[in-house]
């Protein structure tokens, strides 16, 4: 499969850049600025399970998630893969949740048209914290 152009590597690194910066302090403004009118994204659990469309959508789910990781969250990049359209950043996380250390693995994908972030999924590795809830 092709590889993204450049410019579609760029913006989706700069939106990444800034998701992380979101997750790390709470400001989401500057990666909602990025992101397209028409933008969806998908989770896999909780009260945002599957696919939502919009932008105010999309701010009340970044504002849910600074408050579940209200110290914020550090992010640590693997390996990114890409497409044409798509790049999937794969990470390691680090943090506390709701006053739990917390740790996971994750792979986040953006996909880009016309200089925006169209589209966001996240593929989370819960098995980690399904191991740590059931031992408690």
Same mark, same amino acid.
């Given at each position: 499969?092709?590889?993204?152009?450049?410019?579609?590597?760029?913006?989706?690194?700069?939106?990444?850049?800034?998701?992380?910066?979101?997750?790390?302090?709470?400001?989401?403004?500057?990666?909602?600025?990025?992101?397209?009118?028409?933008?969806?994204?998908?989770?896999?659990?909780? %009260? $945002?399970?599957?696919? =939502?469309?919009?932008?105010?959508?999309? +701010? !009340?789910?970044?504002?849910? &998630?600074?408050?579940?990781?209200?110290?914020?969250?550090?992010?640590?990049?693997?390996?990114?893969?890409?497409?044409?359209?798509?790049?999937?950043?794969?990470?390691?996380?680090?943090?506390?949740?709701?006053?739990?250390?917390?740790?996971?693995?994750?792979?986040? %994908? $953006?996909?880009?048209? =016309?200089?925006?972030?169209?589209?966001? +999924? !996240?593929?989370?590795?819960? &098995?980690?914290?399904?191991?740590?809830?059931?031992?408690?």
């Amino acid at each position: 499969m092709p590889e993204a152009s450049t410019e579609t590597l760029q913006i989706a690194k700069d939106a990444f850049q800034n998701f992380s910066c979101g997750l790390a302090g709470g400001d989401w403004s500057p990666f909602l600025n990025q992101l397209s009118d028409d933008f969806t994204f998908w989770f896999p659990t909780g %009260s $945002f399970k599957g696919l =939502n469309r919009g932008r105010e959508r999309a +701010r !009340e789910f970044f504002d849910s &998630v600074s408050r579940v990781f209200p110290e914020g969250l550090t992010l640590t990049v693997q390996q990114i893969t890409s497409n044409p359209t798509t790049v999937v950043f794969e990470v390691r996380s680090q943090g506390s949740m709701l006053e739990h250390a917390y740790q996971n693995q994750a792979a986040i %994908s $953006f996909e880009v048209r =016309n200089g925006k972030i169209c589209a966001y +999924r !996240e593929y989370l590795g819960v &098995v980690f914290q399904l191991a740590q809830q059931l031992s408690s």
